[in-house]
T-cell receptor, first 116, second 114 residues
Framework: QKEVEQNSGPLSVPEGAIASLNCTYSDRGSQSFFWYRQYSGKSPELIMSIYSNGDKEDGRFTAQLNKASQYVSLLIRDSQPSDSATYLC????????????????FGQGTTLQVKP | EAQVTQNPRYLITVTGKKLTVTCSQNMNHEYMSWYRQDPGLGLRQIYYSMNVEVTDKGDVPEGYKVSRKEKRNFPLILESPSPNQTSLYFCASASGTATTGELFFGEGSRLTVL
């Protein structure tokens, strides 16, 4: 089982719809979760971080965390063509034998296509 | 402007010819890291540094070296590059140990080893 898993997609949604991106992780002790957006040919950019169960909203983006089920999701409301990108889920897992430093593991990303 | 700067952005080299990819950040971040990104494998950590003179191996350190003599700089050294090191490389930085998931990435360096 991969430490962080995402469906590679592509996920295709029409403009204005809600895009739902999902991510599962294997380390039950993980405490920090992140969503990065990566446009084609560009570097990843942090768009959301979430540390406690529940929802966290930022503009059109909502991150949802369910530690009991070990999944984190990203909802994009009113999707725009400019949201077309690859979305990387990242989870900070415990690094063995090194105290509290943790290790950030990235999923392979889900490609989102928003069609006008 | 807060940024992480990598050089070169593109490089084609031959097997065995030593090269260095530089990384510099202007945000006074303690934490810096190198990743490589390959199709189907995602982002994988090569080395990281928690602060000056403190470096440690990530998941794929073989064939790479790093140094952290100054807080702002974290060069990646390929002593004897091989074709399997052809990849897209990203340098990233973050403030403090508690938020090492909130990374600022450089623009990337695309390396081809022939």
């Amino acid at each position: 089982q991969k430490e962080v898993e995402q469906n590679s997609g592509p996920l295709s949604v029409p403009e204005g719809a809600i895009a739902s991106l999902n991510c599962t992780y294997s380390d039950r002790g993980s405490q920090s979760f992140f969503w990065y957006r990566q446009y084609s040919g560009k570097s990843p950019e942090l768009i959301m971080s979430i540390y406690s169960n529940g929802d966290k909203e930022d503009g059109r983006f909502t991150a949802q965390l369910n530690k009991a089920s070990q999944y984190v999701s990203l909802l994009i409301r009113d999707s725009q063509p400019s949201d077309s990108a690859t979305y990387l889920c990242a989870v900070k897992i415990r690094r063995s034998g090194s105290g509290n430093t943790g290790k950030l593991i990235f999923g392979q990303g889900t490609t989102l296509q928003v069609k006008p | 402007e807060a940024q992480v700067t990598q050089n070169p952005r593109y490089l084609i080299t031959v097997t065995g010819k030593k090269l260095t990819v530089t990384c510099s950040q202007n945000m006074n971040h303690e934490y810096m890291s190198w990743y490589r990104q390959d199709p189907g494998l995602g982002l994988r950590q090569i080395y990281y540094s928690m602060n000056v003179e403190v470096t440690d191996k990530g998941d794929v350190p073989e064939g790479y070296k790093v140094s952290r003599k100054e807080k702002r700089n974290f060069p990646l050294i390929l002593e004897s590059p091989s074709p399997n090191q052809t990849s897209l490389y990203f340098c990233a930085s973050a403030s403090g140990t508690a938020t090492t998931g909130e990374l600022f990435f450089g623009e990337g360096s695309r390396l081809t080893v022939l």
